[in-house]
């Protein structure tokens, strides 16, 4: 079992900077492809970043390239995810998730990749 527990949500006015953390307990953290994933009202869950196991390989969303930089910390079993430039279109419910294990380099981007899920973090972004 992975227990993850993510933290760092809030309301922000467009154009501000949140980061999000995602703290991993349990089984070794450095073996499993880490991800975001986020959920607005009325709306299917979406990938928004990914992260291979090593670190060394990240994937994201069209909508937040350039804008969203997920990052993880092997040593202190957390990832996180650096938003700027936010959007009121960037409001939703944030979620933390770990798949694998996998390939080193390896990322994923379909929910159904992932195994272990957080509880999530709202983000709000006013205009």
């Known amino acids: 079992q992975v227990q993850l527990v993510e933290s760092g949500g809030g309301l922000v006015q467009a154009g501000g900077s949140l980061r999000l953390s995602c703290a991993a307990s349990?089984?070794?953290?450095?073996?499993?492809?880490m991800g975001w994933f986020r959920q607005a009202p009325g709306k299917e869950r979406e990938f928004v970043a990914a992260i291979s196991s090593s670190g060394g390989n990240t994937r994201s969303a069209d909508s937040v390239k350039g804008r969203f930089t997920i990052s993880r910390d092997n040593a202190e079993n957390t990832v996180y995810l650096q938003m700027n430039s936010l959007k009121p279109e960037d409001t939703a419910v944030y979620y933390c998730a770990a798949g694998g294990p996998y390939p080193a380099t390896m990322t994923k981007s379909v929910a159904y990749a992932y195994n272990y899920w957080g509880q999530g973090t709202q983000v709000t972004v006013s205009s």
């Open positions: 349990g089984r070794t953290f450095s073996n499993y492809v």
